[in-house]
C-alpha cells in the first residue's frame, strides 16, 4: 500500500511467518534491546538488512520511515485512521504533524484507544509488534472487530490508494530497488 508505515508492515510480516514480537525485532537489529526498541525513522535502520529480510523494495521501506530531519516532525505516538485500521493499514503520513485527516476516508485520526484510553508510543518494539493494530496498553483492536491480518485480498479501495497516493505525492519512486539481492 502506498505510504504504509514500516510497524503496519512489520505487523503482517510478523503475523505471516508466526514472528513473535522480539524475534522478528531480533533479526532487524540485533544490537538493540528489542524490549525497547527504537524509532521508526530513517537514520535508525539499517535499510539494507531490511530490505534483504523483507523482501521489499528499498524506496518503499525508506517511504514507509518518517524522516529524522527537524522539519520532518512526527507524533511521538501512534496516529491512526479507524477505517484503515479496519483493512490492516497505517500510514507514515498518519504521523506527521500536519496531517489531521485520512486522506481516504475523511477522519480525524486518533491517538487514544477507544477502550482505556490510552496512547501507544510510536516505537517498534517487542510489546508494540506484538499488538497489530491494537492498543499496546489493554490490546483492544483499534478498528472496529478483529481483522485478519493474513487476508490476501486487497484490502484498501482503488480509489483510497488513490487518494493517499495524492496526498504522499509520491511520484516516481526510483528504481533503487534491492528485490533481486541473492542470499
Ligand atoms: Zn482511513
Ligand atoms: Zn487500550
Excluded at 10 to 16: D, E, G, M, P, Q
Excluded at 30 to 50: F, S, T
Excluded at 57 to 85: K, T
Excluded at 86 to 113: I, K, M, W
Aim: glycine residues 8%.
Amino acid at each position: 500500500m502506498p505510504g504504509e508505515s514500516l510497524v503496519s508492515i512489520l505487523w503482517k510480516f510478523a503475523c505471516a511467518n508466526a514472528l513473535p514480537g522480539h524475534a522478528l525485532l531480533h533479526l532487524i537489529s540485533p544490537e538493540v534491546d528489542p524490549q525497547e526498541g527504537w524509532a521508526p525513522v530513517r537514520d535508525a535502520i539499517d535499510l539494507k538488512r531490511l530490505c534483504r529480510m523483507l523482501r521489499v523494495p528499498s524506496s518503499m521501506l525508506s517511504a514507509s520511515l518518517s524522516g529524522a530531519a527537524p522539519h520532518d516532525r512526527y507524533h511521538e505516538v501512534f496516529r491512526y485512521c479507524r477505517q484503515c485500521a479496519a483493512h490492516g493499514y497505517h500510514s507514515v503520513l498518519f504521523q506527521r504533524e500536519d496531517e489531521n485527516l485520512c486522506p481516504a476516508h475523511h477522519q480525524s485520526l486518533q491517538t487514544r484507544c477507544p477502550h482505556c484510553n490510552g496512547e501507544t508510543p510510536y516505537i517498534l518494539n517487542a510489546g508494540v509488534i506484538g499488538a497489530p493494530f491494537r492498543c499496546g496498553w489493554c490490546h483492544s483492536h483499534y478498528s472496529y472487530g478483529r481483522l485478519s491480518l493474513l487476508s490476501t485480498t486487497s484490502a484498501m479501495r482503488r480509489q483510497d490508494r488513490i487518494a493517499i497516493s495524492r496526498r504522499l505525492r509520491l511520484g516516481s519512486a526510483g528504481g533503487d530497488t534491492c528485490i533481486e539481492t541473492s542470499q
